[in-house]
């Protein structure tokens, strides 16, 4: 069929519809499957643009809706599945219960569940909703207003890896419990990186230890060991899936083995009246591909995703040297897909990842969609250096992650990500508004390939519950980068960081505010960043070891940490210049490092920890404006072997040491910084110096992002 023939074909759905219908918008199907069968029968996909108009209500998939190669588009005539016009279709990995509930004991309720007796699926009755809400999981110690509550071991492993750790017999809990095989421990680790999560083997309280089982995958230890995933007396965990402590409103507990579901409802909620889902799949959509015979062209428009089941006791990896381990799954999940789409839609009560691009993906986009109460990370752009051999691009490339609302992710993964990226090339993070988070926004975790721009993100209250982190994170643990100059006593040259690190990375025009950390971290060797134009409130940046990083014309006001130069290499091409950086003592918030332990800043406006020992510390520090609430220029420098000499210089000792020549000390003359405008005025001295004003009302989501009420 000539293009100039092609015409629109449409499907309809409704979860009252019938698969012997002809799926008409009054006569519509009841499943995807049975529209993409439709679209496979009438050799429709490729050949007319198709859309498959879902209606209101909730779609219980069952099996994962799996698109291959045969289900593709083209550009000129691209597959659809679709919101109808008004309406917010929920297409669920889940199953509603329709048991018969009665009184158990102490506000406990029971309903029993014969079909799912003896049933050993790992997905099975890890989660309940109620009414929309995810309820807790019978758990010690119990939430405290919604909010976590933790226990602490007793004292630190006396071996690593970890087999057991010791109780605290004054805090632990005295019910003696039936099943402890059958409990999962939430621990953090002693650095709070991130948490892990083991099954428990046994509690032994004669000896006073919780025996480990299977687990402990979610950070990589390969580099860092024990310090990534060792655990310690300022550890915080707590241990759920216990009957015996199902002892509040909110919790549940399923009986696998003789098929009861125990509920304790919150206040005011009536399970015999009430929608009562668990999730079943761990995953709802899958598109499967490969890089010769692509998912081409399919999108997924203004619909709901919701009810999938935690992934955190399956199969991780590690898919480069940075901190993350990943396991590659998500609510929607896309491997060998090209040029497709999802927009505009919901991911809630989602267990593990919301939205995964695993190994070769290339030109697709994610936009307008809203991710909230997400387990694990929001989107994951994740490739395999050891796949990508030749011709062969085992990785995700020129994929646009813009205008999306991510927030309140990590329920049980804690080294999460609005956004993480891992060899990967060339992708478009731009205007999403990223919150409330237990670790970072946006987090790249390796310099392989680079080529990505960040710009026009509004991100704020991050690393909630860990720590040495920021808003920003990455890592560079690539070719080049050696354990014993960034955590060890080497100073050396930096090597070629472009062996992966290829193309540059810009970070530009956008928007941080927190209070701790900094807002730009980054860490072990990150290396060809160009950051420019951003405003960091509350939080400045960080530049650990590595080479090509240039820092121009921003903004860091009121640092928690003065911008900070670490472990340079000798020889590196670093510069910093054209940047205004404001200090103010009472925002002071030190950052614990593994390596050194530094503390509170009281107006310094530069921080040098371990600058390189032979040659100059970086190649350029000029053209900047500071200003502090002290009144003097302050430059802190720790030298190596880090612990020995620290000094303090003030402007006129600076100077003459080669730095910040042409830079000024004094205030920076902002428009407005109360109403959030800090454009600076005409007789501003940072102008004189070079720098440039920049827009301070693209920051975040853009106006058409939808209206999801």
Known sequence: M???????VNYYLSPYGDDCAPGTESEPFATLDRARRELRITGTAGVCSATVWLREGTYYVGEPFVLTAEDSGTEEAPIHYRAYPGERPVVSGGMRMHGNWEPYRDGIWVCEIPEWRGVSKESLFTELYVNGARQTRARYPNTLNGEPAYLRPLREPATWPHAEFAFDPVTFTGKEWAHPEDAVVHIFGKNRWGNLQWRVKKVD???????????????????QGADATGIDQRSDYY?????????????????RECGLLYCYPPDGIDLRAAIVEVPVLDGIVLCSGTQWNPVQHVAFIGLTFRHTAPTYLQAYEAPSLGDWTIHRGGAVFLEGAKHCEIAYCRFDAVGGNAVFMSLYNWGNRVHGCWMHDIGESGICLVGSKQLTLGSQHAYPAEITVSNNKIHDIGVYGKQTAGVFISVSSDNVISHNEIFRLPRAAICINDGTWGGHVIEFNDIYDTVRETGDHGPFNSWGRDRFWCLSQSHGPASHGVGDVCLDARKPVVIRNNRFRDRKGWGIDLDDGSSNYVVRENLCIGVSIKLREGDHRTVENNIFVNGANPPGIHIGYEGNSDRFIRNIVVANSEWDNPEVDIDFQKGASKGVLYEFIGPPVHGAWVRELDGNVFYNDVGRFLATVHYRPLGSRTETYEWSDWQAMGWDAHSVFGAPLFIDPEGGDYRVRPESPALALGFRNFTMDRFGLEDDFPDFS
């Open 2 to 8: 000539r293009h100039e023939e092609q015409t629109q």
């Open 205 to 223: 309280r004669e000896a006073g230890f919780i025996r480990l089982g299977d687990g402990g995958y979610q950070i990589n230890d390969i580099i």
């Open 239 to 255: 241990i759920e899936n216990v009957f015996e402590e199902l002892d509040a409103p909110g919790e549940w507990y399923a009986d």
